[in-house]
């Protein structure tokens, strides 16, 4: 048994959508920090790069900015990712997007913005490289793809975002029927769900005076997530360690999930 390089990814090809900020770029991160070659990408081209420049100090990072929202987003970030790599042995697909409403004012067009970032773009995107995933397909090393859903996938929560509830709920069960389909290939396909972490998503709340305490209340294990929860929930997943799980959603949420 080889203990010293289990959870190892060293030299490994990512790429991680919505890496530029919050769970992405924590993600990214541990995976530069453990010696990946990663490429972040985001709608926002010159934070994109300000990022890439600043984990680029700490190992291998690029940015390739696209708007994974649009068809031809996805295909031009496929594109960059196929110019510069002939396989890609991590696929993080993090990009996201949210809406709050209230029930009866809840527009249509949150459901096509949040579907589209949400649901749609890891479905197509992953499909985009899947000769890059197959490439470095092997039984004893599978490919990698990670979904990021949401404990908001699970259990109903406690805001009004009708679309992203429930196209993180979508994309665990896509996580599934990926994971079945493309087992054969020797491709796994998984989905964090985290609860609370500091983000942009979450910075109404946290950043409000008493906001950390008041969320870090209802978390069983009394805090929010940290960049070690996620990115060590990654490396698992991207390494030896975690490479026979495949089809599982495992929530990254301190217990949230346990209270139905």
């Not at 929930?233 to 990254?252: D, E, F, N, P, Q």
């Amino acid at each position: 048994m080889d203990i010293e390089n289990l959870f190892s990814v060293k030299d490994k090809v990512a790429v991680v959508t919505g890496g530029s900020r919050g769970i992405g770029r924590m993600i990214a991160e541990g995976l530069v920090r453990s010696g990946a070659k990663v490429y972040i990408s985001s709608r926002k081209a010159q934070v994109c790069e300000q990022v890439a420049e600043e984990l680029s100090a700490l190992g291998f990072c690029v940015a390739l900015p696209a708007d994974l929202s649009t068809v031809e987003g996805v295909q031009d970030l496929a594109q960059a990712v196929k110019a510069r790599e002939d396989q890609v042995d991590i696929l993080v697909n993090n990009a996201g997007a949210t809406w709050g409403a209230p029930l009866l004012e809840y527009p249509d067009e949150a459901w096509d913005k949040v579907l589209a970032t949400n649901l749609k773009a890891v479905f197509s995107l992953t499909t985009e490289l899947m000769p890059l995933l197959k490439k470095s397909a092997r039984s004893d090393d599978p490919a990698r793809v990670i979904n990021i859903g949401s404990v908001d996938g699970i259990r109903v929560p406690e805001t009004e975002n009708y679309a992203y509830s429930a196209s993180k709920a979508a994309v665990h069960m896509l996580t599934r029927q990926l994971a079945h389909r493309l087992a054969s290939s020797h491709i796994t396909v998984n989905a964090i769900a985290p609860g609370p972490f500091p983000s942009k998503m979450m910075a109404f709340i946290l950043d409000a005076e008493g906001g950390e305490d008041m969320v870090s209340s209802g978390v069983p294990l009394a805090r929010i997530g940290t960049p070690e929860d996620v990115a060590g929930t990654v490396l698992y997943l991207s390494s030896r360690a975690g490479s026979y799980v495949t089809g599982s959603i495992i929530a990254v949420d301190g217990g949230i999930s346990t209270h139905g």
